[in-house]
């Protein structure tokens, strides 16, 4: 049985390789077939840019699943988070990648954001895990509707981003329905509103820095 100061160095080091070292995926890249498309200065700029924000959202998502499961009671749940978690490194890997091969680089805000990710996690899992589960299923609704919008932004030439996009989406679907499927309660509409302001505030500063 693992003791708690073991456990605390294990998820210190899962959190120094989140932030700081390069992601690896058990997966295959999506469209990592095709080929790079054309595109002007402007367009790989705002591809990278986008990209960028979603390699933020990982490594928030890391820090939350992180937290919750730390702070969880059922082990169910703590399994289902641990699951979806594997499939976000997949994310955070492929989004690496994705803003290396467009010349671009990784948001300057990481290590800030998954602190704050990491205590809303562990507050999330302390009120119990049908809203821990809540908090989750609103997660990847929300993420669902920002990477629609990003579909809609992409250059549309720029296919290899799409494919990482597209499958990102499917997973964090699978992953709202997941929570609802173990119980999830319907979070408060005043707390989904928190969300949506700062997550439009987190993807508006990542675009940039």
Known sequence: MMHGADRLILEFDLALRTVFATARSNRPLPGADLSEAEMSAAEKSHACGLMRVNHCGEICAQALYQGQSLSSRDPRVREALR??????????????????ELGGRKSLLNPLLY???????LAAGLLGD??????????????????????????PQDTRSRQIVEQMRADEIEHAETAFSLGAAELPVAVRLVMKVAAKMMTETTYRL
């Open 83 to 100: 699951g979806a978690a594997q499939e976000e490194t997949d994310h955070l890997a492929w989004t690496e990648r994705r803003i290396v």
């Open 115 to 121: 602190l704050g990710s990491l205590s809303l996690g």
């Open 130 to 155: 049908k809203w821990n589960l809540g908090f989750l299923a609103e997660t990847e609704r929300q993420v669902e509707a920002h990477l629609d919008s990003h579909l809609d932004s992409l250059p």
